[in-house]
Each structure stands twice: as structure tokens, then as C-alpha cells.
């Protein structure tokens, strides 16, 4: 009872099956070592070209050192006893897989041949994501608070816009798509933050009153619950299309309305659509929250002459937000996602790459849209755990 | 100080609580007592406002207490219940100043007030103030709920069932403790329970109450030696009431100047005549323990010794027996 989940020993079971996931990982990523395409060399950036995996990169002085690093990281996290020796072999692995890259792609890239591109393979990738997977087991095991996650998480990003910003990438063909928008990147970037802020701003605003309003009374519980789910439902591209005509037709009713930006396309229809993704999620886990508070902890604040407002503000609320930020998490995760698809109505965002990329068949232009939606998500995820752990960590 | 009057509570066609009345005196524990529905819990959350009455009114030193807001209200009634309802996101310490901080008490005051609520419930403040429920045991979480319950020096305490989710042995011991602190401290006490046991250790008077009305209100001698009525007579038991008779009564009222005793060097006795010496019984022990000793050790009189050992009478079975005259 009075336990420290942290102090709490690792059972047996549990150890061995972190061990079997560490180990398919690493097996995972001496396969795509020894025989996956790390990067591609293309004529051009649309044509896909041939693909080399690091044993059998031209620059062989390169390609067998890093094939052999990357070889030993996989069995040293294969064979780790101790987390922090697993997560070490996982960072390591991640690091050099990143730095091979650009190291790789400046050898590989033929002096002089201004079309030619050289694009991150699927060897590349499957083997970020298994070192990535290796660490994320491994920080699992060692039982970081929620602080040590954020700071492990942001460490982890800034080391990669480190290499970035160092130009190492400078020759992978996703760097030169980059540099072909450099500014319309951020300007796209911004956006995105826009899409996701200002619909999660207003379905919080309005969510949780309503949560609350949905946990009081009964009969509007389900009324409202049906149709957020019946929302929920709508698949996201037709939602942003529905969106258009009703917007557009008000915009011609009130060309006040017009003016201040209120669009058929672009931003406002966008806004919209996202906004009613998030009540769902915001208004259940509102609910939830406020379900999960003891009857005898209100039954005796209630009794001990807490009025209402006082009672909710310094016994539900405090007991229900735990709950609550797991619905704000689940939000803020799928709305940078959702907003990606928002660009086809002409609201911006870095879906704006994605489809752009598409259209071309430049598919490295679609990882510069993409990579940076992934990312956000990721941080995001990773920044309300720590705050819902936080707390319900605080002794509930 | 309390008094109810002819209260009553309807839920649709039914009578929960109809048309009770009792007086509470001050410094005096009142329990309410009867099986499950019979509209003890809402006499209780009537009193404090949880549950409007539908007829009837309760005065607290003489004020209708529909002249007072709920909130108000309540500040001056302490409430313990049975799910006790600990704030689990707050330290013991923050629990128990809860009612003194909405009555605006200064924070020396609060912090006076804990230390003194948690060393009068054996919970050293040094310990305890700063855990959180969870990190206490079942019974811990009780006397906290009823610390809690006490902090504001309420008029009142009203406790539904406090002890009840609790195991034989340790729900004895808060009995005990209680008993012991609220004769302390004086504190007027209305308890609910479906415990006779309970009823009888810890209050001075018991209402039954059956079908939402009292049937009987008196003290517990006088439930045990003139049950009302056979519903009455089911509740107190009918087997074993002249045993709980007994220990509603100390050996002191029952006990005559002891003659023919001898004190022994091992603090024993001998009867003059008698071949063994006999272990005396403490002048604080009940009629029950007293008749308990006398049958297990086959006599009839046992020598009464006060605290310091020193003999101050005797105890002889044919008064115990004659304590139970007038019993059907």
C-alpha cells in the first residue's frame, strides 16, 4: 500500500519479455544491415533509382566500418543485462545510423551530376525505428520519472536537428527538398501549430463545461456522447469537404463574414472540422474523469459543508484531471495528424509537402512534410504523459 | 440543544422516516439503531441538511435549521461516515484542517488543532500529518475520518456507521478510543448503526427504529430489562441479554465490604478456611467480567482491589444474580 511504484522489482516474466523485444529488434536491424537498401541513388528527384545496402555502398571504406558498428550495437542491446547498457547500444546504434546517412549520401552522390539524389532507403529506416524501439524499451525498463522522459525525448530531437543544422544531411535528396522551401517550411510549420492550437484551444474551452454538464445530468450523457461519436465517424477527408459548402454558403449570405476570413477553403473550415475531432475525446474522457471521483469523498465534502463551487474546484477537478489530460493527449496527438489532411481544402501545414510530394511522385518531398508531423506527435505524446503521470503521481 | 421534531421524509409513496422526534442534550450520545431501511441514515443527513425533510423540523439550540444556509449549516455539525472519503489528494494534516480553513481559523490555529486532533487518536503528528490516505491502514483512515470530522469543534457529531468497514478487533479498539475522547472532550455524538454492541458501548441513550419510526427510545438498561415490544426484545437478543446486562454495570455498584480475606505476599487472597489463594478483580472491571471470573474460578466471592492493589471489598455471586431480578 504505501509501495513506491518505482522501488517496485522488475518481475520475471516481464524482464524476459523486454529482453525477447530488444532482441527481435536487433535482429531486425542486422537484417536490414546486411541486405536493406540504406540509400538510393537516383538520376533525378522523381525517378526512383538503385538502392545499396551498407555492405554494398561503392565507398566500401565507409560502408563496411558502419555496417560493422551498426552490427555490434544490435548485439551488444541484443545481449544487454542492464537497461542502461541496452539503451546506451540503442542510442549509439540510432546516432550512427544518422550520421552514416549524410556521411554516405556526400560519397555516394557522383561530383558534378546536378539532378542526381540520393534518398534514405528502407534500410535506413527499419534500422532507426528498431534502435529507436531498442531505447524506448530500454528508458521503459529503468523507470525514468516523467521529467527524465521529457528531457530524454527533447535531447533526442535536438540531437537530430543538430546534425541537421550542421549540414551532415546536406546531400540526402529530403535536406535538398528542404532547402528548395526553406521558407515556406516554417511559414508551413506555424501553420500547422495554428491548426492544431486553435482547434484544441476551443474543444477544451467547450469540452470540459461540457463533460462536466454530460456528468451531472444523465439524460444529456448520452444524447451528447451519440453524436460526438457519430462525429467521430465521419472519415476525415470527407469532413473537411463537408465542411465547405456550408461555410462558403455563409460567407455569401454575410460578406462581413467573408471578409474577416471566414472561407469555404483555408483556414476557418479546417478550424472547424478539427474542432469537432477533439470534442469527442475531450467530453468522454471529461466524463470518465469525473466518474472515477469516490461517492464518499463527495458524500463527506458535501457533508462537511464544502459548497458546490469549492467542492468542484478543490476535490472533482483535482481528482478527475489525471483522466482528463489523457483526453487532451489523445487530441493534440490525433489533430497533428488529422491537420496533415487539412491542406487539401487549402488550409496549410505541413500536409502541404505531403500532397504537394505526391502529386510529383517526389516522395522525398512527402518525408518533409511527414518526418515533421511524426515528430510533433511524438513530442507531444511524450509531453502529456509526463503531465497525466505527474499527476497521478502526486499521491491520488 | 438538538431537538427533531416530528420529522419526516416521503420518497413517492414511501414512508422513509415518519414522524420522529427526539431531544439531544448537550454532551450526550444519542444512537440511532435499527436493520437496514429503516430510516436511520436519512433521520442522520436530515439533521444536517443532506436530505430536505419533507415534513417536520430540527432545531439546533433552538433555530430551525432551515434558517440556515446548508453550508453553514454543516460547518457546525461534524459528519463521519462509513466510506470515510478521505481526500485522497491531500495529506492527513490538509484532511483534517479541511472544516477549520473554511471556518477561516488562523493557520496557527489549524496547525494547533491537527497536532493536538492526531495525538488525541494515537497518530503522531511527526508520522502521520504529512502522509496521504493511501499510505495508511484501514483503521488509520477511520480515526483521520473521525479527526476530520472533529476539527472544527463542531456542536455536533454526526457519524453514520463510522466504524463499520472495519475488522473485529480494530473496530473495538477505535471504539474504545472513542469512548475514551469523547468523554474528554464532552462531545455531543448521533450515531448510526445496525451494531447493538456498538449502540450500547458507545451511547448514553438509543433510539429503535423500525419502518421509519422509533419504537423505543431509552437507555440501554432499561431496552435490555423492558424491550417494548418483541421486535425490540430480537434487537437487543434475547439470549444473551442478561450478559450484556451485566456489563452495562461496574462491580463497584454490587460490592460489599469484603470480611475474612487475607492478602498473600504475590498479591493474591485467601478466604479464611479456603485451601487456595485467589487472583483479586480490578474495581474498574464490569458485572460480566466479574461474574465471568467468579464461574471460571468456581467460587463465590472474589476480593475488589483498587489501582494501587490495595483490597476494597468484595463481589458475590448471588448479588449478580439477584442484578437480574425482574427480567422475564
Not at chain 1, 546504434?93 to 561530383?111: D, R
Request: charged share 15%; hydrophobic share 55%.
Amino acid at each position: 500500500m504505501t509501495e513506491e511504484p518505482t522501488a517496485r522489482p522488475v518481475p520475471e516474466g516481464a524482464a524476459a519479455e523486454g529482453r525477447g523485444l530488444a532482441r527481435l529488434c536487433a535482429v531486425a536491424a542486422l537484417l536490414a544491415v546486411g541486405f536493406a537498401p540504406f540509400l538510393a541513388l537516383q538520376p533525378n528527384r522523381i525517378v526512383s533509382g538503385e538502392g545499396f545496402a551498407l555492405p554494398a555502398l561503392p565507398a566500401a571504406w565507409l560502408g563496411l566500418p558502419l555496417a560493422a558498428v551498426l552490427a555490434a550495437c544490435a548485439v551488444v542491446a541484443a545481449l544487454a543485462h542492464h537497461a542502461a547498457v541496452q539503451a546506451l547500444a540503442g542510442a549509439a546504434g540510432a546516432l550512427a545510423a544518422l550520421l552514416g546517412a549524410g556521411l554516405a549520401a556526400t560519397a555516394l552522390l557522383p561530383a558534378g551530376a546536378t539532378l542526381a539524389r540520393v534518398s534514405l532507403g528502407s534500410g535506413f529506416w527499419l534500422i532507426i525505428g528498431a534502435f529507436g524501439l531498442i531505447l524506448a524499451d530500454a528508458l521503459v525498463k529503468l523507470r525514468g520519472g516523467p521529467l527524465a522522459r521529457i528531457t530524454f525525448a527533447f535531447a533526442a530531437v535536438g540531437a537530430v536537428l543538430v546534425v541537421l543544422a550542421a549540414g551532415l544531411w546536406n546531400d540526402l535528396s529530403i535536406m535538398r527538398e528542404y532547402a528548395a522551401n526553406r521558407d515556406s517550411f516554417w511559414q508551413q510549420g506555424a501553420r500547422h501549430l495554428v491548426l492544431v492550437g486553435g482547434s484544441l484551444a476551443p474543444a477544451l474551452l467547450l469540452g470540459i463545461p461540457l463533460g462536466y454538464l454530460c456528468h451531472r445530468q444523465a439524460a444529456a450523457r448520452g444524447a451528447v456522447l451519440a453524436v460526438l461519436s457519430v462525429i467521430q465517424t465521419v472519415p476525415s477527408i470527407a469532413m473537411f469537404g463537408l465542411m465547405m459548402a456550408p461555410l462558403a454558403a455563409l460567407a455569401a449570405a454575410y460578406p462581413a463574414l467573408g471578409a474577416a476570413g471566414i472561407r469555404g477553403i483555408g483556414l476557418t473550415p479546417a478550424l472547424v472540422a478539427l474542432f469537432l475531432y477533439s470534442l469527442l475525446p475531450v467530453v468522454a474522457n471529461t466524463v470518465a474523469g469525473f466518474a472515477a471521483v469516490p461517492p464518499a469523498v463527495v458524500e463527506a465534502a458535501r457533508g462537511m459543508g464544502m459548497g458546490p463551487l469549492r467542492r468542484l474546484a478543490s476535490v472533482e477537478w483535482p481528482l478527475a484531471f489525471p483522466v482528463i489530460v489523457t483526453g487532451v493527449r489523445i487530441v493534440l496527438v490525433q489533430n497533428i495528424g488529422l491537420a496533415a489532411v487539412a491542406a487539401l481544402i487549402g488550409a496549410g501545414g505541413f500536409g502541404t509537402f505531403v500532397f504537394r510530394g505526391m502529386g510529383q511522385t517526389a516522395m522525398d518531398l512527402v518525408l518533409l512534410g511527414a518526418v515533421p508531423i511524426v515528430i510533433l506527435a511524438f513530442l507531444a505524446a511524450v509531453v502529456l504523459d509526463a503531465v497525466a503521470g505527474r499527476a497521478r503521481g502526486r499521491p491520488a | 440543544m438538538i431537538t427533531v421534531e416530528a420529522l419526516t421524509k416521503t420518497f413517492g409513496p414511501v414512508r422513509a422516516v415518519d414522524g420522529i422526534s427526539f431531544e439531544l442534550a448537550e454532551g450526550e450520545a444519542l444512537a440511532l439503531i435499527g436493520p437496514s431501511g429503516c430510516g436511520k441514515s436519512t433521520t442522520l443527513r436530515m439533521i444536517n441538511r443532506l436530505i430536505e425533510p419533507s415534513a417536520g423540523r430540527v432545531l439546533i439550540d433552538g433555530v430551525d435549521t432551515t434558517s440556515i444556509p446548508p453550508a453553514t449549516l454543516r460547518l457546525r455539525m461534524g459528519y463521519a461516515i462509513q466510506g470515510i472519503g478521505l481526500f485522497p489528494h491531500r495529506t492527513v494534516a490538509q484532511n483534517i484542517a479541511t472544516v477549520p480553513r473554511l471556518l477561516g481559523w488562523p493557520r496557527a490555529r489549524i496547525a494547533a488543532r491537527i497536532e493536538e486532533l492526531l495525538e488525541l487518536f494515537g497518530l503522531p503528528p511527526a508520522v502521520f500529518a504529512r502522509k496521504y490516505p493511501h499510505e495508511l491502514s484501514g483503521g488509520q483512515q477511520q480515526r483521520v475520518g473521525v479527526a476530520r470530522a472533529m476539527a472544527g469543534k463542531p456542536a455536533v457529531l454526526l457519524m453514520d456507521e463510522p466504524f463499520g468497514a472495519l475488522d473485529p478487533i480494530t473496530r473495538t479498539r477505535l471504539q474504545d478510543e472513542f469512548l475514551a475522547i469523547r468523554r474528554r472532550m464532552g462531545t455531543t455524538v448521533l450515531i448510526v448503526t445496525h451494531d447493538m454492541d456498538e449502540a450500547f458501548k458507545l451511547a448514553d441513550r438509543l433510539a429503535v427504529m423500525e419502518k421509519g419510526r422509533i419504537v423505543q427510545l431509552d437507555t440501554p438498561e432499561a431496552l435490555l430489562r423492558h424491550p417494548a415490544s418483541a421486535f425490540v426484545e430480537s434487537l437487543v437478543g434475547s439470549e444473551d441479554r442478561g450478559l450484556k446486562l451485566l456489563s452495562l454495570a461496574g462491580v463497584t455498584a454490587l460490592m460489599q465490604p469484603a470480611t475474612g480475606w487475607t492478602a498473600e505476599a504475590d498479591g493474591t487472597f485467601r478466604k479464611a478456611g479456603a485451601d487456595a489463594s485467589l487472583a483479586p478483580l480490578s474495581a474498574s472491571a464490569s458485572l460480566r467480567e466479574a461474574a465471568s471470573r467468579l464461574v471460571f474460578a468456581g467460587v463465590d466471592e472474589l476480593p475488589v482491589v483498587d489501582e494501587a492493589g490495595a483490597m476494597v471489598g468484595a463481589i458475590a455471586m448471588e448479588r449478580i444474580i439477584a442484578f437480574g431480578g425482574g427480567g422475564r
